[in-house]
């Protein structure tokens, strides 16, 4: 494929150190030689407020979305890097078309993990702060696991996650 018909993948996980519910795994999906028109910022440096707003300009930017989870159950089974794995590719099974390239934050590869086409990912160290497109898919990670430990909250209302997320 030429550059300009490429599509690039960002990803970015949440819910990694956390006690209670999945790990989660965002996706930005858009065209190899696009820009995104919003500057963004790692989701764990900013208020709830900030990342609220930039969530909103991120689904005014026109390009794919996509989320995928493990359970704690599978992470309990699998252990974190299969479940990893499994989560982004739940995640990159619901776009539109599979990317030429995946961007990872981190160090380690963990999609290829449970692929059986292996598939070309660059991992980016501290790629939540250094690339914009990955601060979009933290973004996007974030607040989409708020909203499903809010509705976790309601099923388990004594342990506050909605507060705690």
Known sequence: MSSNKSYYAYIDEVGRGSICGPVLCGVVLMKANRKLKNKYRDSKIISVRVREKMYK????????????????????KYGLSKA?????????????????????????????????????????????????EISAASIF???????????????????????NS
């Not at 300009?57 to 309990?76: V, Y």
């Open 57 to 76: 300009e991120l689904l005014n930017e026109g390009i794919e979305l996509s989320f995928g989870t493990a359970s704690n159950k599978e992470i309990d």
């Open 84 to 132: 990893l794995s499994l989560a982004s590719n739940r995640a990159i099974a619901k776009l539109s078309l599979i990317p030429d390239k995946i961007y990872l934050d981190g160090n380690y590869d963990y999609i290829n993990i449970t692929r059986k086409d292996e598939i070309e990912v660059l991992c980016v160290i501290k790629g939540d702060l250094l690339v914009n």
């Open 141 to 163: 990670a974030k607040v989409s696991r708020d909203a499903l430990m809010v509705k976790l909250s309601k099923k388990y209302p004594n342990y506050d996650w909605e507060k």
